[in-house]
Each structure stands twice: as C-alpha cells, then as structure tokens.
C-alpha cells in the first residue's frame, strides 16, 4: 500500500532538485512523529546533511551551536509569525516559514543555502574554523565550494513554495490529532534536537555501512553517549543499533543480487560481512528467504536468453 503522505516527499524533492536549495523540517515538540508513515517520508529532511556542513558539525562546539539554532528560531516565532531570512555563523543563508496549527507553532520548514556575499561568507568560514581545534578552513571552504550552490529561484517565489509546505504540514497535523495522541508541544526543541542527532547517524551508517562500524565511531559523529544513541535508535526506528546496520546492507545485498552474478560469499564482503554464513543468516532473518532464493526469485532474466545446451 502506497504511502499517503508520499506526495510531500516528492514535492520537496523536487523543490531541492530544480531550484538547488537545501530543505530541512524542523520540528519543535513531535509533530512529525504523530504519524509513522508521515515519518517515514519526512526522515530525510529532519537535518542538513549537505557535505559542507557534515564537515562543519564533525565538531562538538559547532554541532551543539547549530542545535542552538532552534531555539532562537522558535524564540523569533513567538514574537514575530512572519517568515524570515536570516544568516547561520558559518555565514550561508536560508528562509525559515513557520508551521502553525492555529496558536501553536509545530515547527518550521527552512531552505537554503544563499550566499549573498562571497567575501563575507569566507570570513565566517575562516572565523569558525580558527575557534576549532579539529576544523581545517582550507578543508570547509574546499567543501563549501563543491556542494554549496545558489538557489536558482527568486526569493519571492521560493516563499510560494515554502508556505505550501508549511500549509500542509499544519492542516496534516490537525487532521491526525483528531485521531492520534498528541505530541507534548510543551517540550519545545527536543525533537528537532533528537531528529537532528538521529539523522546523522543514520546517514553516518549509510556512508560507512561497507565498513566495520563501532557505537564509539557513532558516538563521536554524533557527541553524545553511548547510551543516548542506543534510545534515540529504539525510540526513532524501532530497532537497536547493530540492526538498523544490518538491514542497510541486507538492502544493498538484495541490489547485487538482482544485478549481478556475483557470489553470495563475495558479495557478503562488499556489503560489510566478513562472515558469509553469517550473512545468510542475517539475510533469512530479515528477507525472509535466503539470499540464494531471493536471486532466483526475484533476479530478471534477459527476455532473448536462450537455454544452456544441457537443457539446465
């Protein structure tokens, strides 16, 4: 069954995709997480995930200065509803809309990033990096430089959009709390705090999921515990740690196998297993069959292949 919330997802996308701007929803108190599936299409627009600015949160103090970000956000809100523009300390710009239900304000969503002055914007780079022990200004503004791109629409349209979204995200949720138990709005920040950690280890897992991947090396992408992590992982996706791992190279696995004729021991390796036994076991546990079964099942075969001579 489709996902009725889908069309927002593809809407943003397609935002992000023909205008060059950076989409992220911010979510004050849990109104994304009212509904699962309207989750599930907004997952991937809780945080800026752009290269540049995964580089300029690797660092503690930065991280935690960009997570300070909403509260001033929400703060503004209350004293002025309107939209607004304003500029991050690593000196990239970006509309922020509010999401209203009414009085209440659930969140926001913001897009970016415009640069309105080059030499600015380099001075705030290297201002950043300078406070940093770990940040190297040579490395952010090479990044800056790769990923970062002027959005290619005019403010004033960009806001139709914007305000589009936010619309609906608000009449959404007013329509599920008819149905679903209310988020405590009361807890300002936290979730858009949570969604940001989550979604950076989620995006740390899908970089590295080939690699041997530790909590430690979560935790330090992250900055924060151990033991926070491995909450936020059970409460956000329903799984631990070490499974929502597994189920990323399960995905990949199931692309190889429908894609080429690699081995089931070879592609185990690509995917991130160093045991293939085990591999199969974690692939029948989650696929349901067998990673041999799966290819025969489900693999295309060319539609003019012609039978071996033996007749196999």
Request: with cysteine.
């Amino acid at each position: 069954m489709a996902n009725p919330y889908q069309g927002i997802g593809e809407y943003l996308y397609f935002i992000r995709r023909k205008y060059n701007v950076q989409i992220c929803v911010k979510d004050f108190g849990g109104f994304v997480h009212i509904n699962r599936e309207l989750h599930e299409v907004l997952s991937p627009f809780l945080a800026h995930l752009n290269p540049f600015c995964l580089y300029m949160k690797s660092e503690q103090q930065q991280f935690h200065v960009c997570l300070s970000m909403i509260r001033k956000m929400h703060d503004r809100f209350q004293k002025k509803p309107e939209a607004f523009f304003g500029i991050c300390h690593a000196g990239l710009g970006e509309y922020v809309v509010p999401v209203w239900r009414g009085d209440l304000l659930l969140g926001t969503v913001n897009a970016g990033f415009f640069q309105t002055n080059e030499a600015r914007t380099e001075w705030c780079i290297r201002r950043t990096c300078a406070a940093s022990k770990s940040l190297s200004a040579d490395r952010a503004l090479e990044l800056y430089r790769q990923n970062i791109q002027n959005a290619t629409i005019p403010p004033e349209d960009l806001l139709v959009h914007l305000r589009l979204v936010a619309e609906y995200l608000g009449q959404t949720y007013q329509a599920l709390s008819n149905t679903h138990i209310q988020p405590n709005m009361g807890r300002h920040y936290q979730n858009s705090s949570e969604d940001t950690i989550i979604t950076h280890a989620i995006e740390y897992i899908h970089q590295n999921s080939t690699q041997h991947i530790t909590m430690q090396q979560l935790t330090e992408f992250c900055h924060c515990s151990e033991s926070y992590l491995s909450r936020l992982f059970k409460k956000h996706t329903g799984v631990n740690v070490n499974t929502y791992i597994n189920k990323v190279r399960v995905e990949q696995a199931k692309n190889h196998l429908l894609l080429t004729d690699e081995s089931v021991a070879s592609l185990a390796i690509s995917v991130g297993f160093n045991d293939s036994n085990y591999f199969c076991r974690v692939f029948t546990n989650i696929a349901g069959i067998p990673p041999t079964e799966f290819r025969r099942r489900f693999q295309e075969k060319p539609e003019n292949a012609h039978p071996s001579p033996s007749g196999l």
